[in-house]
């Protein structure tokens, strides 16, 4: 059974910096294509960045810059290093595995994690 399970939700001022993980449990973080999304209230669900399997790694124009996404193959954990942060990244936060198609407009998903709440103030 998969799953993927978040850490390091969180409140932080704009400008400041944030964490999130994403441990995987009967998946392998490496296998394919794992990505990060998020979502607020009444709106569906935007791609954030991925990383393929082979450590490549695609972000949004939103992001570009400030977000990172990597992956520590030993522990089987995903991160998505958020810095800078705006209120307007103020969102519940996605990890996602088994990525297919475009990962920013995914065709399908094969498994998601429970979701991280991320709050930015001004």
């Known amino acids: 059974q998969v799953q993927l399970v978040e850490s390091g939700a969180g409140s932080v001022e704009s400008g400041g910096s944030l964490t999130l993980s994403c441990a995987a449990y009967g998946y392998s973080v490496r296998s394919t294509t794992m990505g990060w999304y998020r979502q607020i209230p009444g709106r569906g669900r935007l791609g954030v960045g991925c990383i393929g399997s082979d450590g490549g790694t695609t972000y949004a124009d939103s992001v570009k810059g400030r977000f990172t996404i990597s992956r520590d193959n030993e522990k089987n954990t995903l991160f998505l290093q958020m810095n800078s942060l705006k209120p307007e990244d103020t969102a519940m936060y996605y990890c996602?595995?088994?990525?297919?198609?475009?990962?920013?407009?995914?065709?399908?998903?094969?498994?998601w994690g429970q979701g991280a709440q991320v709050t930015v103030s001004s």
């Open positions: 996602a595995a088994d990525v297919r198609g475009y990962c920013l407009l995914p065709e399908d998903i094969g498994y």
